[in-house]
């Protein structure tokens, strides 16, 4: 699903997040796979999920077992700014 969506399955599109690279390319189908296969270590079956709470912690960049081994990250997408929702301020003459 992430593959086919642009790095995101149907609950990274409701919360606005994707999937990317480090240096913020396109994740390859290779990148994706190896991320869903690491879900079998952090799932609640093998130390009822303490795995992906110590590697979130240790790791200091908030990035999962998956996503280590991948080369990937999660980002939030945020929406554009128009240019009428910018403000302008007036500034004194001498400034």
Known sequence: CEYLLNG???GKLAIGIRVVMLDGSQPTVGAYLLRWLTRIVESGAFMAGIVPVITVAANGKGQRLGD??????????????????????????NY
Do not use: C, H, M, N
């Open 68 to 93: 280590i081994a991948a080369g990937t990250t999660v980002v939030r997408l945020k929406p554009a700014v128009s240019f009428d929702e910018l403000q302008t301020r007036s500034f004194a003459d």
């Open 8 to 10: 995101r399955s149907v």
